[in-house]
């Protein structure tokens, strides 16, 4: 069976940390969408790690790490990230396939998604500016250039060509300043040709006749899927369950627990609705407390109240099995803790999302609890507020709180 891990918000729930921790009970970690919009912190001996496009079981010995034909690769980003990691100890080459079915992003889909942006002005997305939008638009355009093509004759042409349709595209917006480094992407490429590339599909479904056990990855989170996330605020991929059937050529009779990742509060990054968000003296404390600002970006992260509508929403779409509750011992601080368990619409109260969370034709209702005001450790006894906390939301999700993650550090988890 595959298992899956995938982020129930906005992004940034700590989906690396939970991974990390997970690692060693599964032979391989799978990313199967997103690119290096992505950043998952990992603290390996007290030194923080940012991976943005390889898996986050890449510290754990025994563990290979596959990147999906789902995901979309920046050869510059990856290189980078791989030297970062080598320079740690760790033999990257050994542990690391790159489906050859996953997309390039080139420096003219960077280009067009600042110019696309700027172009937009208030109504820009936030975008990451990676090229994630942009890669994915030439992929189901089916004009993208793939990691197996670099073993073919005619790159360079296939290159070529698709830098002069982005070149005459690019007439649609005005000029954007860019560092336009090819030489490095070609450098970068030349240097990932190195890395074993795999036909995914086969390897892993080989694995799982042979009884391995597999973790698919996810990056971002249920809120910024382009189906199901709060549209047209969203990234380009299926970042829900369903997505690591096509990310990674799995039939879904495979699939096994979903790990859902949730805050104990909410975060958000970029521009888009945001129901719970906090515009006080708490969301302030949230976010200094929390640490909250973008591992990808380094932009402030949007704080507000965890939202039970919004994560009943996930649950539901993603067949969720287990809950993570992350960054818990930031609630270690607050006298009342405070969730939304409804949304009031049109005189009535509502257990269901709006179709279109841009009208804001809605308020949440909220619901507060006494905090427990005590530092939350692993193998303690745990207080009696959180206990009362924790039931409730387990009462409202209906599903179990199986990890309890209060703090960045692998060991920093209670297991319930
Ligand atoms: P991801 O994208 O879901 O992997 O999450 P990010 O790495 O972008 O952001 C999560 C941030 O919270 C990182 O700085 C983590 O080191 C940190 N973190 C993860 N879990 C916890 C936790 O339980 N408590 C605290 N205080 N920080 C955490
Ligand atoms: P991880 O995996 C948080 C947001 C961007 C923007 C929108 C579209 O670390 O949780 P894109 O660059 O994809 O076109 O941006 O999605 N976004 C994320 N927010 N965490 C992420 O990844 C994100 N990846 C994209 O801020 O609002
Ligand atoms: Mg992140």
């Not at 789902?70 to 990691?85: M, Q, S, W």
């Amino acid at each position: 069976m595959i298992d899956v891990l995938i982020g129930l918000q906005w992004g940034d729930e700590g989906k690396g940390k939970i991974v990390d921790f997970l690692a060693d009970q599964y032979d391989i970690i799978c990313r199967f969408q997103g690119g290096p919009n992505a950043g998952h912190t990992i603290y390996v001996d007290g030194k923080k790690v940012v991976l943005h496009t390889i898996p986050s079981g890449i510290f754990r010995e025994g563990v290979q790490n596959v990147i999906g034909n789902g995901v979309v690769i920046d050869p510059v980003t990856l290189k980078k990230e791989i030297e970062r990691i080598k320079q740690l100890g760790i033999h990257v080459e050994e542990r690391l396939l790159i489906a050859r079915k996953a997309h390039l992003i080139l420096p003219s889909h960077r280009y067009l998604d600042g110019a696309s942006e700027k172009a937009k002005g208030e109504k820009k997305i936030g975008s990451t500016l990676r090229g994630i939008g942009p890669t994915y638009m030439d992929k189901t355009g089916r004009n993208g250039l793939r990691i197996g093509d670099l073993e073919s004759g005619d790159f360079a042409s296939k290159y070529a060509e698709l830098k002069s349709k982005h070149e005459n595209l690019a007439k649609i917006y005005p000029q954007f300043d860019f560092e336009w480094n090819e030489d490095e992407w070609f450098e970068s490429i030349e240097y990932l040709k190195k890395y074993p590339f795999t036909n995914c599909e086969y390897y892993l479904n080989q694995q799982l006749a042979q009884g391995k056990k597999i973790l698919a990855e996810g990056a971002q989170g249920v809120m910024l899927d382009i189906d199901y996330g709060t549209y047209p605020f969203v990234t380009s991929s299926n970042t829900i369950t369903a997505g690591v059937c096509t990310g990674l050529g799995i039939a879904p009779s495979r699939i096994g627990d979903v790990i859902g990742i949730s805050k104990a509060y909410c975060t958000r990054v970029g521009g888009g609705p945001f129901p719970t968000e906090l515009f006080d003296e708490y969301g302030k404390r949230l976010q200094t407390l929390g640490g909250e600002f973008g591992a990808t970006t380094g932009r402030p992260r949007r704080c507000g109240w965890l939202d039970l509508v919004q994560l009943k929403y996930s649950i539901m779409i993603n067949g969720v099995t287990k809950i993570a509750l992350t960054k818990s011992d930031v609630m270690d601080h607050f006298e009342q803790i405070t969730v939304a368990h409804q949304y009031q619409m049109n005189g009535k109260t509502s257990d269901e999302l709006p179709y279109d969370l841009c009208q804001k034709n809605y308020k949440p209702i909220y619901q507060s609890f006494n905090g427990w005001q005590t530092q939350l450790l692993p193998g303690m006894d745990l207080p009696d507020q959180f206990l009362h906390y924790i039931s409730y939301l387990e009462e409202q999700i209906q599903v179990p709180i199986s990890f309890v993650s209060v703090g960045p550090e692998r060991n920093q988890l209670i297991v319930r």
